[in-house]
């Protein structure tokens, strides 16, 4: 059963190749969903997925690219939506 989250991750994300190598990752846990920047320097994601790899892309994002430092991740619930692939947006 697939479930769908929504992650804003703050600290030092843009500009460092977070999106791209979010995307990456979705992609090698069969995710679908975006993510994109904010206007803030923040970044914003959707996952749907299963539970389990929804749970291994959070623990991801916390590392990220190289360059990224991640300071804080806010999570919440999503109803479930049905996007074809993952993007970068």
């Not at 975006?34 to 997925?49: I, P």
């Not at 539970?51 to 300071?71: C, D, F, R, S, T």
Request: hydrophobic fraction near 40%; charge should be positive; proline fraction near 2%.
């Amino acid at each position: 059963m697939n479930i769908c989250k929504q992650y804003i991750i703050s600290g030092r994300v843009q500009g460092v190749c977070y999106r791209i190598s979010t995307q990456q990752q979705a992609v090698k846990l069969n995710l679908t969903g975006y993510v994109k920047n904010l206007a803030d320097g923040r970044v914003k994601a959707e996952f749907c997925g299963t539970a389990e790899n929804i749970e291994a892309m959070h623990q991801w994002l916390w590392l990220g690219p190289v360059m990224a430092k991640v300071e804080d991740i806010q999570v919440c619930a999503l109803p479930v939506t049905d996007y074809s692939r993952f993007e970068v947006r």
